[in-house]
């Protein structure tokens, strides 16, 4: 094998100016496959850490996913029956027995949930009414499956229990209508209910519609001004492996008949254009590699055709074709991984100045850097790619030189 290595090291330095160039195309491939896919990859991840942290992993709602089959039907199923004009039997909405529906769910390992009864509600102040969305909570249990809390900027989300009329709403709400923490507003429900409720906490979490639109209260006298006693209608639902709430959620529509959506089911189309991106982005970045082979395959095919009567020679003293293959397959690996070293290299400061790039998107009065990908997979990728596709550009003139005759070549050159 030592052979094998000088006989390839010397056909590279024979022709120093094109190995150099073959090299520095296998570097810069690497380098902006790296930069390009960590920057891509970086934006997705930080974008599914945003769905994962803001939203429930798990929403089941008081829905069914199938309608209900009508009475008839289940009465002669195998029947010509059509019934018109008949109106559905009006009943409560919620989940039934949620209570016992929580319990089904905390047995589930890894899981924590909780209740909320959501309702529209008008906002009357000064003289100015504005809808809002009222979602009825208990926030012991929605400190587990919610990031709320975190969002508080004044009070905090236990005074809703403290208080008997306390309400939290977002300081965007507040600016809207001049409230101010302390003040009473009036909360109209659709049912004609009125209740002054006091203003005991603030969020701000960065969306404006969701800090205008949304306000919570305790769970009991939201049910209360909704004339919905001992109804929620829905359970929240958080896990420890944000990426089992398919199946999780699965088995929880199974368990309890209601409607139960992931956050990948309620995100499908979001998830599929990322799949999209990504194979347009892998697509292109390998382009550039597999333009750089094109540098070995040049090389190696221009050593095979000037070292035609070297490799005769070395036929004769008893190289076998598979030996004359492996030099010239040498000499691609060499560049491959040589290039991918240099090339590791200098993505990762591509990498790092992109990182410390910021940019102020228009209506942000913050800056944000832009996310970087460092995952070790990336970099074995690149690597893996960039020397498989030296290799294999190499390979194609090394058959050519495996089947070179010594006897033709000798003979002709006599």
């Not at 507003?185 to 960065?206: D, H, Q, W």
């Not at 008893?318 to 060499?334: K, M, W």
């Amino acid at each position: 094998m030592s052979l094998h290595l000088d006989i390839a090291f010397s056909h590279l330095r024979s022709r120093r100016r094109q190995t150099v160039v073959s090299l520095l195309g296998v570097v810069l491939g690497v380098a902006f496959f790296l930069a390009v896919s960590a920057l891509m990859r970086g934006s997705e991840l930080d974008l599914v850490a945003r769905l994962v942290d803001t939203a429930p992993h798990i929403t089941v709602y008081d829905e069914y996913r199938e309608a209900r089959p009508q009475p008839a039907r289940l009465l002669w199923p195998e029947g010509a029956v059509a019934i018109r004009g008949v109106k559905p039997k009006a009943e409560r909405r919620g989940i039934r027995q949620y209570r016992r529906k929580l319990q089904t769910i905390d047995a589930i390992r890894g899981t924590q949930a909780a209740p909320v009864l959501v309702s529209q509600a008008i906002f009357s102040f000064a003289g100015r009414d504005e809808a809002v969305t009222l979602s009825g909570i208990e926030p012991a249990r929605m400190k587990g499956v919610s990031t709320i809390d975190e969002d508080i900027v004044a009070g905090s989300l236990d005074a809703v229990d403290t208080n008997p009329n306390g309400i939290i709403i977002g300081r965007a709400l507040a600016r809207k209508l001049s409230l101010e923490m302390g003040d009473t507003v009036s909360v109209v429900s659709p049912t004609g209910n009125v209740r002054a409720m006091k203003i005991v906490g603030l969020f701000e979490t960065g969306n404006a519609g969701y800090d205008e639109g949304q306000t919570f209260a305790q769970l009991t006298r939201v049910q209360a001004l909704m004339n919905r006693p001992n109804v929620a209608n829905l359970i929240v639902v958080r896990m420890q492996d944000a990426y089992a709430a398919r199946t999780a959620a699965a088995f929880i529509e199974r368990s309890l008949g209601y409607k139960s959506v992931s956050w990948q089911e309620a995100s499908k189309d979001l998830l599929d254009a990322l799949t999209v991106r990504n194979v347009i982005m892998y697509t292109v970045v390998g382009a550039i590699l597999l333009v750089a082979c094109f540098g070995i395959y040049n090389v190696i095919s221009t050593v095979v055709l000037e070292k035609t009567r070297d490799i005769a020679i070395l036929k004769s003293m008893g190289f076998h074709a598979r030996d004359i293959r492996l030099i010239f397959v040498i000499e691609g690996a060499v560049i491959g991984i040589g290039g991918s070293l240099l090339g590791m290299a200098m993505g990762s400061g591509m990498m790092r100045a992109v990182e410390q790039v910021e940019i102020k998107p228009p209506g942000s009065t913050e800056s944000i850097t832009l996310p970087i990908y460092w995952g070790i997979d990336q970099f074995a990728l690149a690597a893996a790619f960039a020397i498989l596709s030296a290799v294999f550009a190499a390979w194609l003139p090394a058959r050519k030189g495996g089947r070179v005759q010594p006897v033709d070549i000798l003979r002709g050159a006599a």
